[in-house]
């Protein structure tokens, strides 16, 4: 089974600064990895993916993450954050072929003016 | 615009009660999930169908039945409310390029 760990529960950043959220799997076979945001009292909505191809990924509202198979890693990047940036993100990773998704617990993201 | 609604925002039940989330897709997408939201334990799935009349459980499912009777509409049970079981509990349809399109939510309160 595959499992799921991001190690941040809050990050607190000063607007501008860059960011880095982390997130690291566990898996014996080869996944698919998301990265999803929340936004106050609304549902989640797609940032990023990985299934396959080049392990460095582009994402919505300039985000970005990279896949390391050798670190089981999937850390998401933004090289300055915005106000409008906080939010609650979560990782998320389903076994290749796998209709489940396991998510992790969430890190807040906080934007210091 | 793709679109998942959900019943109810926001639901207080009493101890015993059946509760009845409704959930509905007009992407005619064939996976739909339920979910519950609970601070520090991230979403946990409680059940998922890839069919008309197909259901699998997740990793939390007691306590949970659901229903799909049309492709659109995917219903998650509480046959016996508990206060155990007040959470968010959020719907969820996924397309071919495996993203799933969430609801808004539903904030169960059982008292």
């Known amino acids: 089974a595959q499992s799921v760990t991001q190690l941040d529960s809050q990050v607190p950043v000063f607007e501008e600064a860059p960011v880095e959220l982390r997130c690291n799997y566990s898996s014996s076979v080869s996944v698919y990895l998301f990265w999803y945001v929340q936004y106050p009292n609304q549902g989640l909505q797609l940032l990023l993916k990985?299934?396959?191809?080049?392990?460095l990924v582009k994402g919505i509202n300039g985000f970005e993450a990279e896949f390391n198979k050798s670190q089981t890693s999937f850390h998401l990047r933004k090289p300055s954050v915005h106000i409008s940036d906080t939010a609650e993100y979560f990782c998320a990773v389903s076994l290749f072929g796998n209709e489940k998704l396991t998510f992790g617990t969430g890190t807040r993201l906080t934007i210091i003016p | 615009d793709v679109k998942v609604t959900q019943s109810s925002r926001y639901l207080v039940k009493r101890t015993g009660e059946k509760v009845f989330l409704e959930c509905v897709q007009d992407?005619?997408?064939?996976?739909m999930f339920w979910y519950r939201q609970d601070p520090g334990l991230g979403l946990r799935l409680i059940y998922f169908s890839y069919d008309v009349k197909m259901k699998e459980k997740g990793d939390i499912p007691e306590g949970y039945s659901v229903s799909r009777e049309k492709k659109e509409r995917f219903s998650l049970i509480l046959e016996s409310a508990s206060t155990n079981q007040t959470s968010m509990y959020l719907c969820a349809s996924r397309d071919s390029g495996y993203e799933q399109y969430f609801g808004p939510g539903t904030r169960l309160t059982v008292t």
């Open positions: 992407m005619d997408h064939e996976n």
């Open positions: 990985y299934l396959s191809g080049s392990t």
